[in-house]
């Protein structure tokens, strides 16, 4: 083809029609080239209504102005703003590089778009139907926008750069034949990536993406009814927030606003503006965002998620100063934290599946904050128990050191005692019968007081015994007054001494009921003394 003249006239070989000679001028002038009818039925570009030839531009002919276009005006910035076109033929600019500004909207392509390994500055595809979107390894230094647009085949975007924000909002991806909706691994996007109200038919791969600000998702769809994971996002990385929530009051300012550019479409609120609607987070089958780094925090609030026994929701080993974790309760599938670290924890006892469901051997968190409601001590120890089909002690001493760290000392040792008596139950018989009967006399020495109560016990049962049967003294004429309470205190009482368990000298079954006291004391006496220890150190 050949260029065109520095006149600015289009070759004569092209032989334009009149709507293309219309986008010609307009190109060269900067200004938008409508040519929408009016009707919104008749210029749904996803609707069935047939687009005459004066609506129909050649993709060849928007290639040409984009790659080898004429000069502009003076005065004028040449740039392509096309709105309402019939688009035929594939929009091929592969490997080119386009300086223009261009912006398609509301149109109809026949044929794919194909952008891969092309340069641009920023390119707009608003509400548009197109086949499919293939910008491998693309490079924008601006905005790359699809928002509201219909892409039966899918989007590819594998290693591409971006060089401001890539808008996916209210975009319905996939349902044709490929099993990707949207293949974007190893992109990079510079600041922000916003796919909120997407609709995806297909997975979602953001293997090893890397997000400069923040990834919203706020009310989209996720399905992929012919695979394991609607969304596949290992090793990605977020410099601020990941959000995985509702659209709704919260967040409408944000989709209202200048992004898209023009605002979404979705009316939160009802007729009159009395009550405001939410459009739910939802997924239908597995997220995987394993080894996932998140700057500031991930937020999974009031998500859906539908997954089958073989699905999960996998959250291995990412990195998160605060994990938002309060979806909807899975009816099936797996929730994993395996190995993954946080500094808070922000959660819901709802949202924690049962029945062996969750998984998070390795999972570190220094504070667990329930984000409604309570989620006492009990109830952590029930989630543990969830999370540990077999004994495990990493899960029990976690929750304790957050305890211990917070200053909620009893509750680390209700948690600490939970422990023994689950480890308890993977020992032998003897293992066992010496396990019931430290948690029955002294609580494995968690609870101080358990211990002084059964030293009180034991003290006023050997004052009885011993002031029924007063032993006789080792010396005669040297033993002081015999005094049964404190004998028998004496013998409890390590190291102390009163001077009468060495005066005296019980004889026959009394000295085994002696020998067993002074054993008891020991046991009692100690671990009183630890808990002691451990309240003064806290003051």
């Known amino acids: 083809m050949s260029e065109p003249a520095d006149s600015g006239e289009p070759p004569p070989e092209l032989r334009l029609t009149t709507a293309e000679w219309g986008l010609w001028q307009a190109f060269r002038n900067g200004t938008e080239h409508d040519l929408r009818c009016g009707e919104p039925e008749l210029d749904d570009p996803n609707g069935d209504h047939p687009w005459g030839p004066e609506r129909t531009v050649r993709a060849r002919v928007i290639a040409l102005l984009l790659l080898h276009g004429p000069p502009p005006l003076l005065g004028?910035?040449?740039?392509?703003?096309?709105?309402?076109?019939?688009?035929?033929?594939?929009?091929?600019?592969?490997?080119?590089?386009?300086?223009?500004?261009?912006?398609?909207?509301?149109?109809?392509?026949?044929?794919?778009?194909?952008?891969?390994?092309?340069?641009?500055?920023?390119?707009?595809?608003?509400?548009?139907?197109?086949?499919?979107?293939?910008?491998?390894?693309?490079?924008?230094?601006g905005d790359l926008h699809l928002p509201r647009c219909s892409i039966p085949e899918g989007i590819k975007l594998t290693d591409a750069t971006i060089g401001t924000d890539l808008l996916l909002n209210e975009a319905t991806v996939g349902s044709g034949r490929r099993t990707r909706a949207i293949a974007a691994d190893g992109v990079h996007v510079s600041q922000e990536l916003q796919a909120s109200l997407l609709v995806t038919d297909g997975q979602v791969s953001l293997r090893g993406a890397a997000?400069?600000?923040?990834?919203?998702?706020?009310?989209?769809?996720?399905?992929?009814?012919?695979?394991?994971?609607a969304l596949y996002a290992p090793q990605m990385t977020v410099d601020q927030v990941a959000s995985f929530a509702d659209a709704g009051r919260t967040n409408a300012l944000q989709l209202y606003g200048a992004t898209p550019p023009t605002g979404t479409r979705y009316d939160f609120s009802t007729q009159g503006g009395t009550r405001w609607r939410t459009k739910h987070f939802e997924c239908t089958g597995g997220m995987v965002l394993d080894d996932g780094r998140f700057g500031s925090s991930l937020v999974i609030d009031n998500a859906r998620l539908e997954m089958q026994r073989d699905q999960e929701l996998s959250l291995r080993r990412i990195t998160t100063p605060e994990l938002t974790f309060t979806p909807q309760l899975p009816e099936r599938g797996l929730v994993v934290l395996s190995g993954a670290g946080v500094e808070k924890l922000m959660d819901r006892a709802s949202s924690w599946p049962q029945d062996h469901r969750l998984w998070m051997a390795g999972f570190t968190y220094a504070h667990a904050?329930?984000?409604?409601?309570?989620?006492?001590?009990?109830?952590?120890?029930?989630?543990?128990?969830a999370a540990t089909a077999e004994y495990a002690p990493e899960p029990y001493e976690q929750l304790a050191a957050m305890y211990r760290n917070s200053g909620e000392d009893t509750n680390a040792r209700i948690v600490l005692l939970a422990k023994q008596r689950r480890r308890r139950e993977t020992l032998p018989l003897p293992g066992k019968v010496w396990g019931v009967l430290q948690d029955w006399t002294v609580a494995y020495g968690y609870r101080p007081a358990q211990a002084a109560l059964w030293m009180a016990v034991l003290w006023l049962t050997g004052a009885l015994l011993f002031e029924?049967?007063?032993?006789?003294?080792?010396?005669?004429?040297?033993?002081?007054?015999?005094?049964?309470?404190?004998?028998?205190?004496?013998?409890?009482?390590?190291?102390?001494?009163?001077?009468?368990?060495?005066?005296?000298?019980?004889?026959?079954?009394?000295?085994?009921?002696?020998?067993?006291?002074?054993?008891?004391?020991?046991?009692?006496?100690?671990?009183?003394?630890?808990?002691?220890?451990?309240?003064?150190?806290?003051?």
Not at 127 to 132: G, M
Not at 485 to 514: E, H, K, N
């Open 369 to 385: 904050i329930p984000k409604e409601g309570h989620f006492n001590v009990r109830e952590r120890l029930q989630w543990i128990n």
């Open 76 to 141: 004028r910035v040449a740039s392509l703003h096309l709105t309402g076109a019939l688009v035929t033929g594939c929009l091929d600019l592969a490997g080119g590089s386009v300086e223009p500004y261009f912006e398609l909207r509301s149109c109809r392509f026949e044929d794919e778009v194909r952008m891969p390994e092309a340069r641009v500055n920023t390119a707009r595809f608003v509400d548009c139907y197109l086949p499919r979107f293939d910008a491998a390894r693309l490079t924008t230094d």
């Open 468 to 539: 029924a049967h007063r032993p006789a003294a080792l010396k005669d004429g040297e033993a002081p007054h015999w005094n049964a309470t404190l004998y028998a205190l004496d013998l409890l009482l390590p190291v102390i001494s009163f001077g009468q368990d060495t005066a005296w000298d019980p004889a026959g079954g009394y000295q085994w009921i002696a020998a067993v006291l002074v054993l008891a004391g020991w046991v009692l006496a100690t671990t009183v003394a630890a808990g002691a220890t451990r309240l003064l150190r806290r003051q």
């Open 211 to 229: 997000v400069g600000s923040s990834l919203h998702m706020f009310g989209s769809v996720l399905r992929n009814p012919r695979g394991r994971v």
